[in-house]
């Protein structure tokens, strides 16, 4: 393992942000991870993990030891009458598993495909897209626990999952490794989301692959092309109370007497679509979406966030919970 000092992010997070680690590493094996860990101890520096940069908003100066976690390999570890068991390593790529997959006749995750970012990301926050959620699919997940300096495995509970929401957001403890799904059978579609209900006769999983990937390119800016880090806010969960205020909101009634409002719309209704901070913006097409439109710093993502952020609870009184880590 190499640590390099200075380490430059830039090309490393999907916003196109310039960051600069202290120093940083790519790391291959768990020996590494805890090579890294004893380094950043000595350095007396925090210990921050990155996969595939597609949920993180970065400082231009990290003051931290940032291991780039790059890890490889996956496999179908079994399959019995109700279910197919399937492990990858956190370092993989979220979007080639999701298609490796369902290239092989296994459904399951084919509406989260084409989220950006590795799949030790992917429980970070719970992804969730097209009515499919992580957790759903969820089964184990192995994790360096840096406290103890010991493996554990973690089950879904233990998790604590949530909508855009786990155990991993609060603690830094765990270091994911690898994670394994587990994969109903037998497979059914689920095409509730408005855009997937038109999919006709009886799709299979390529076919609704196919579809959410058309959405996603329909609806989504390509970080390739313009750097985002997808949607910036969580979808406010409000009580019906609050709800009731704004009629006209796009609601998501949660089944706990509370409601999931859109915040794209919430911002859109506060005319900020396609405003701008200096090189950042909101995009033009979709008002959930912070953009860098070259350039842009992290002071720029800072203050385009802040003003939707009070313009949202200036007009609606609702707080606004930013996604991506900040590191
Ligand atoms: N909307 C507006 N104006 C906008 C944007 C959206 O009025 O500028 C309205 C839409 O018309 C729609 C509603 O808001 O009625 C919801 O929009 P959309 O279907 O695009 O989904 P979203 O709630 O904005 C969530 C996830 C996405 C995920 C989609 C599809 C969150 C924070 N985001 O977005 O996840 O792809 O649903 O399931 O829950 C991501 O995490 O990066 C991400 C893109």
Redesign the pocket.
Same mark, same amino acid.
């Given at each position: 393992m190499r640590i390099v000092p200075e380490l430059d992010l830039t090309a490393h997070n999907t916003f196109g942000l310039k960051s600069r680690a202290a120093y940083g590493a790519r790391i291959t094996s768990l020996d590494q991870i805890v090579a890294l860990r004893a380094f950043a101890a000595e350095q007396r520096l925090p210990l921050a993990v990155i996969g595939g940069g597609?949920?993180v908003l970065l400082r231009e100066e990290i003051d931290s030891v940032v291991a780039l976690m790059t890890t490889k390999g996956r496999s179908i570890l079994g399959l019995d009458k109700d279910r197919v068991l399937v492990r990858a390593m956190a370092g993989e790529d979220w979007p080639d598993l999701v298609a490796w997959l369902v290239g092989q006749g296994i459904g399951g995750l084919e509406?989260l495909s084409g989220?950006?970012g590795t799949v030790g990301a992917a429980p970070v926050?719970n992804?969730? *897209?097209? !009515?499919v959620e992580l957790a759903e699919r969820f089964h184990s997940l192995t994790a360096y626990d840096r406290v103890e300096d010991v493996l554990v495995t973690l089950d879904r509970d233990a998790c604590g999952f949530g909508?855009?929401h786990s155990i991993f957001k609060a603690t830094d403890r765990y270091v994911i490794l690898d994670v394994t799904l587990s994969l109903p059978r037998p497979w059914k579609p689920v095409i509730g989301?408005?855009?997937l209900e038109t999919l006709s006769g009886r799709p299979d999983a390529d076919a609704v692959m196919k579809r959410v990937l058309e %959405?996603?390119r329909e609806? %989504?800016p390509d970080w390739r092309l313009i750097g985002? #880090? !997808?949607?910036?806010?969580?979808?406010p969960v409000v009580a019906a109370s609050v709800a009731a205020r704004i009629p006209d *909101?796009?609601r998501?009634p949660q089944g706990d007497g509370r409601i999931?409002l *859109? #915040? !794209?719309? %919430?911002?859109?209704?506060c005319g900020l679509?396609a405003a701008r901070e200096g090189s950042a913006g909101?995009?033009d097409?979709?008002? %959930?979406?912070l953009v860098n439109h070259g350039g842009a710093t992290f002071s720029d993502v800072a203050r385009m966030a802040a003003r939707v952020r009070e313009a949202v609870n200036a007009r609606f009184g609702i707080e606004l919970v930013q996604?991506p880590r900040t590191i």
């Open positions: 597609s949920n509406n989220i950006p926050q992804i969730s *897209a097209y !009515g909508y855009r989301y408005k855009g %959405l996603r609806k %989504l985002n #880090a !997808g949607s910036f806010f969580h979808n *909101a796009p998501y999931k *859109a #915040a !794209g719309w %919430l911002i859109e209704m679509k909101v995009h097409d979709h008002a %959930l979406i996604e």
